[in-house]
């Protein structure tokens, strides 16, 4: 989105990832998929990543520290 953003074109409509993994001009694009994660947790997308944040800082302030 962001990049259609900073175009200044209009963002496509929602449609599954899946269609635009398909199209050509997202060929060889990397895509994550986060929510069967979240939902697993019992989180949203945003609170999922939000934790996932934190863990990862909290464990290089660990390694960083020698504990």
């Not at 259609?4 to 001009?25: F, V, W």
């Not at 989180?43 to 290089?60: D, K």
């Amino acid at each position: 989105m962001e990049e259609y953003l900073s175009r200044g074109e209009a963002t496509p409509p929602p449609s599954p990832m899946q269609h635009y993994a398909t199209l050509a001009e997202f060929s060889g694009w990397l895509w994550a998929v986060i929510d069967a994660a979240a939902k697993r947790e019992g989180e949203s997308r945003s609170g999922f990543l939000a934790r996932s944040a934190v863990m990862r800082i909290e464990h290089a302030m660990q390694s960083r520290s020698g504990f």
